[in-house]
């Protein structure tokens, strides 16, 4: 039995903002229980929900020095689905509205107080993981505490450490100086070859440097982040650690989201009744949303954070034009404010065709895959996207730029061969992206035999975890050997 322990800032179904959550809170269901032990460890932010916090058991807690002070370190456990979470409890650093705030000295202290706190408390819950599997810059910590003080000690010989980059973009930057008083690491790690990025401290790099695999969520996205334009300034160092960088794409979870069994479904409907009964959450969701009350109107989807990574430029540049069109946009998110007032102003002009909702909603998330012909992602990067890929099992063809993961996982519609489960354009750029989506639009309106034919092969792609958390486990085995 080898024993693997996830650490991440957020997992479901405790705590969600993106796709991190879903990846660390489904995955370790899918490794093989009868060899592995897959554990998550997480911070117990204040602001999970009660219901939630109600299934945690108190476990220990014990006193940490860290960053001049001695401070509470808490643990709690809970069992989900057979996997067993831990959460670290301090309310000074986990507390307030929401997981992740703007202040980033904070986060970056919040984060490290985490790494060295998790790392603290195995031997407490006497758990010693064969691998410690990091996820993000929150993380990026561990493998590097791990090398600097717990490896002299016999418990902690010997841990493998495993970097997952979700996201390259944010990677825990800090001026050196801080950095040093806050982790209380030495002089040695903050050089250019370790911890020092471009005069900065960098934790992700921190991460990338001393773990023993690093793996990012796409193929397409492993090869990408090498270059200049994605490799936000860590491009060398993934170049330079080539040999243990690799992709392996996201799964989502076919038990949560199933349009045949989906709880936040009006109607619920699968691969052989989609025809007949999908349209039936659409009317629902148009007259929810005081959207014109019209089945044939070709309804675009969009649930994701509103900021630069998704593309919401392209979107703003040509959304006049879209919106004469004879379409209707659903939009579900949050985030930067000039594309939340984006969303919000258009929804005012185009009142029966354009609804905004802004805010974090799992309930309208399901509608919209549930109800919407289309799904919109014309993402500038896409490291994976789960969207799309709960778009194409609920039948809702997804619309996608060709970057990342949503180049590994939509097939561009081909009316040659009667190929494809989406539309697609290739560069970053708005009437590429309004071409693809008023190709679309033609093969709705004017074929609609072909546009069922792709969702009925969309509806049958498979990105369940099957497949990738095989991946992970040859992984596991080849790294604790
Ligand atoms: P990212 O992790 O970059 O945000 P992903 O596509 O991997 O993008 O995952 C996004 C996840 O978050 C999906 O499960 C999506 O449905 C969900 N999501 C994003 N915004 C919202 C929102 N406002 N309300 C509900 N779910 C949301
Ligand atoms: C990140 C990425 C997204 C990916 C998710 C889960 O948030 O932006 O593309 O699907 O992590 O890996």
Redesign the pocket.
Known sequence: MKHILFAASEGVPFI????????AGSLPKCIDKEFFDVRVIMPKYTCIKQEMKDRMNYVSHFYMDFHFKSEYVGILEAEVDGVKFYFIDNEEYFGGMKPYGDDTLWEVTKFAFFSKALLSVLPVIEFRPDVIHCHDWQTGLVPVYLKERFQDNDFFRGIKTVMTI??LKFQGKWDVKTVKEITGLSDYFFTPDKLECYKDANLLKGGLVYADAITT?SDTYAEEIKTDFYGEGLNGLLCARSGDLRGIV?G?DYDD?NPATDPHLPFKYDAVNFRKEKVKNKRELQKELGLEQDDKKFMIGI?????D??GFDLISYVMDELCQDNIQLVV???GQEQYENMFRHFDWKYSDKVSA??????A???KI?GACDAFL?P?LF?????????ALHYGTVPIVRETG?LKDTVEPYNEYESTGTGFSFTNYNAHEMLDAIRYAERIYYDKKREWNKIVDRGMATDFSWSVSAKKYQEMYDWLVG
């Open positions: 969600k903002t993106g796709g991190l959550a879903d990846v979700h996201n969520v996201n989502i989201f649930v994701s954070r509103l900021t990574q998704k579900l998110g949050t909702n802004i805010y974090y909603s799992e309208l998330s399901h895959y992602m993402s896409e490291p994976c996207g789960l969207s799309q890929l709960m993961g």
